[in-house]
């Protein structure tokens, strides 16, 4: 059986000095070496895997056959971030795991030709051409993934959509979240260009509940109106020292670095680059923060958390690619306190050891303190990665919209309406932390009711 083809990334010791992407991506030879390991199973099982629902075995058979822009139009039946998708999406807990070749070996590399497949297609090829005769009016609020997938499937029914940012640049998490070495921006710029080329209208610096309100967009004469804000609102873990200068949420150190360049001392919002500094968490977020801490210059990055390598819930791609980097991995630790020094910033982290007892709500070993083991570890910055809830702006905004004791909105989950008529949402805002794939599948199931109410 043919080995499953690797991807070029760059070399370990260059990578740690700069912000280009890691992964290099397949070349033609490579991908149709990949594409022929498929065996186009009739059952398909990997497409039922995909939250999207991606022709798989369709788009693998165009590569083999050398047809990529062919390729691309299946894709795009089903997904409007397919270069996004294709180097963030948890594809081998997804439709990977689900291939037929995983159950003997390595599964296809499916994620890798799907990034190839959009790759090749942007490079050879201008936006497409916009949707003409659009009718209806429908208002999604929030350019993240799931706003993103929504307004893709409503302008390719021909409905006329318009998207509200309440950032100066589209993308949501995509844009301000996720570094440039795993998702460039010029990639997450091309797949916004593409909609706004079909036809879809984009207003930045617009904060729905602030600047407009819902009950604003419906009278100006939307028929229907898609949420999908997101997640931005940072947990804390309450715990003696977290005020302190040199703690950051992994939301402000991230949305800092990747939309306002506060690595540029020439920045209206410059930050204090530390030395030592430690992440807290162990999921993608906590990872890319840990990373992009090596890269403005640290000499010491750890990563605390408070299970196993086994329990990290982030990828284990980014979980290796960390490794090799230099990122050390403090596991079965947890943070009592933050220290400050003389002038109150941050110099130091109490920590105890944790044991592993029995699984919890999540499925995974619950953490127990060992009370008889403590540690202090200095650090001049600390960066809490521990999880996000939504803004409660919309909230504000809006008092008949139902949600939950974290803020999350309450939608029918068949439909993904809200408690309001006419008012559906999708992604973090109703999930809270979750990933791009599946905050996407919400915003298309999202779509589709808008479409089926109006039909």
């Given at each position: 059986?043919?080995?499953?083809?690797?991807?070029?990334?760059?070399?370990?010791?260059?990578?740690?000095?700069?912000?280009?992407?890691?992964?290099?991506?397949?070349?033609?030879?490579?991908?149709?070496?990949?594409?022929?390991?498929?065996?186009?199973?009739?059952?398909?099982?990997?497409?039922?895997?995909?939250?999207?629902?991606?022709?798989?075995?369709?788009f693998v058979k165009k590569i083999k056959q050398?047809?990529?822009?062919?390729?691309?139009?299946?894709?795009?039946?089903?997904?409007?971030?397919?270069?996004?998708?294709?180097?963030?999406?948890?594809?081998?807990?997804?439709?990977?795991?689900?291939?037929?070749?995983?159950?003997?070996?390595?599964?296809?590399?499916?994620?890798?030709?799907?990034?190839?497949?959009?790759?090749?297609?942007?490079?050879?090829?201008?936006?497409?051409?916009?949707?003409?005769?659009?009718?209806?009016?429908?208002?999604?609020?929030?350019?993240?993934?799931?706003?993103?997938?929504?307004?893709?499937?409503?302008?390719?029914?021909?409905?006329?959509?318009?998207?509200?940012?309440?950032?100066?640049?589209?993308?949501?998490?995509?844009?301000?979240?996720?570094?440039?070495?795993?998702?460039?921006?010029?990639?997450?710029?091309?797949?916004?260009?593409?909609?706004?080329?079909?036809?879809?209208?984009?207003?930045?610096?617009?904060?729905?509940?602030?600047?407009?309100?819902?009950?604003?967009?419906?009278?100006m004469g939307y028929e229907a109106i898609f949420?999908?804000?997101?997640?931005?609102?940072?947990?804390?873990?309450?715990?003696?020292?977290?005020?302190?200068?040199?703690?950051?949420?992994?939301?402000?150190?991230?949305?800092?670095?990747?939309?306002?360049?506060?690595?540029?001392?020439?920045?209206?919002?410059?930050?204090?680059?530390?030395?030592?500094?430690?992440?807290?968490?162990?999921?993608?977020?906590?990872?890319?923060?840990?990373?992009?801490?090596?890269?403005?210059?640290?000499?010491?990055?750890?990563?605390?958390?408070?299970?196993?390598?086994?329990?990290?819930?982030?990828?284990?791609?980014?979980?290796?690619?960390?490794?090799?980097?230099?990122?050390?991995?403090?596991?079965?630790?947890?943070?009592?306190?933050?220290?400050?020094?003389?002038?109150?910033?941050?110099?130091?982290?109490?920590?105890?050891?944790?044991?592993?007892?029995?699984?919890?709500?999540?499925?995974?070993?619950?953490?127990?303190?060992?009370?008889?083991?403590?540690?202090?570890?200095?650090?001049?910055?600390?960066?809490?990665?521990?999880?996000?809830?939504?803004?409660?702006?919309?909230?504000?905004?809006?008092?008949?919209?139902?949600?939950?004791?974290?803020?999350?909105?309450?939608?029918?989950?068949?439909?993904?309406?809200?408690?309001?008529?006419?008012?559906?949402?999708?992604?973090?805002?109703?999930?809270?932390?979750?990933?791009?794939?599946?905050?996407?599948?919400?915003?298309?199931?999202?779509?589709?009711?808008?479409?089926?109410?109006?039909?």
């Amino acid at each position: 059986m043919q080995s499953r083809t690797p991807m070029r990334t760059l070399n370990i010791h260059d990578r740690k000095e700069t912000f280009l992407e890691v992964n290099c991506g397949y070349n033609d030879e490579e991908a149709i070496l990949e594409a022929n390991r498929c065996l186009e199973c009739k059952n398909a099982p990997c497409v039922k895997e995909c939250p999207v629902g991606i022709d798989i075995p369709g788009f693998v058979k165009k590569i083999k056959q050398g047809f990529v822009d062919q390729a691309f139009e299946i894709i795009s039946l089903s997904s409007s971030l397919p270069a996004v998708c294709g180097r963030v999406c948890p594809q081998e807990t997804q439709c990977e795991a689900l291939c037929v070749h995983h159950k003997k070996g390595e599964s296809v590399a499916i994620g890798h030709l799907e990034r190839y497949v959009a790759d090749t297609y942007y490079k050879n090829n201008q936006p497409r051409k916009q949707i003409s005769s659009l009718k209806h009016k429908i208002a999604v609020v929030g350019s993240g993934p799931a706003g993103l997938s929504c307004a893709h499937d409503l302008i390719l029914k021909g409905l006329q959509v318009d998207l509200f940012e309440a950032l100066h640049e589209a993308g949501g998490v995509l844009s301000y979240g996720i570094p440039s070495f795993r998702l460039p921006k010029d990639v997450v710029q091309r797949e916004i260009d593409e909609l706004k080329s079909l036809g879809v209208n984009l207003y930045t610096n617009v904060i729905i509940g602030k600047t407009l309100t819902i009950k604003d967009l419906k009278d100006m004469g939307y028929e229907a109106i898609f949420i999908g804000t997101g997640a931005g609102l940072p947990k804390f873990m309450n715990i003696p020292g977290e005020m302190l200068p040199g703690v950051y949420s992994a939301n402000e150190y991230l949305t800092r670095l990747n939309l306002m360049k506060a690595y540029n001392q020439s920045s209206a919002t410059p930050i204090h680059l530390g030395k030592r500094i430690a992440v807290i968490g162990g999921g993608n977020v906590a990872l890319d923060a840990a990373r992009s801490a090596l890269r403005l210059g640290a000499d010491i990055v750890y990563l605390i958390y408070r299970r196993g390598k086994e329990e990290i819930p982030a990828r284990a791609e980014e979980v290796k690619h960390a490794e090799e980097e230099g990122v050390i991995f403090k596991l079965l630790t947890g943070v009592k306190e933050i220290i400050g020094d003389e002038f109150g910033h941050v110099k130091a982290i109490s920590c105890v050891e944790m044991v592993l007892g029995e699984p919890d709500a999540s499925g995974r070993r619950r953490p127990i303190e060992n009370p008889k083991k403590h540690s202090i570890i200095p650090v001049d910055e600390v960066i809490m990665a521990i999880g996000t809830t939504p803004n409660p702006l919309i909230l504000n905004d809006q008092a008949s919209l139902q949600s939950t004791k974290q803020g999350c909105l309450i939608v029918d989950h068949q439909t993904g309406e809200t408690s309001m008529p006419h008012v559906y949402a999708g992604g973090d805002v109703v999930l809270g932390s979750a990933t791009v794939i599946l905050a996407m599948e919400a915003g298309r199931k999202a779509a589709q009711s808008i479409i089926n109410e109006l039909f």
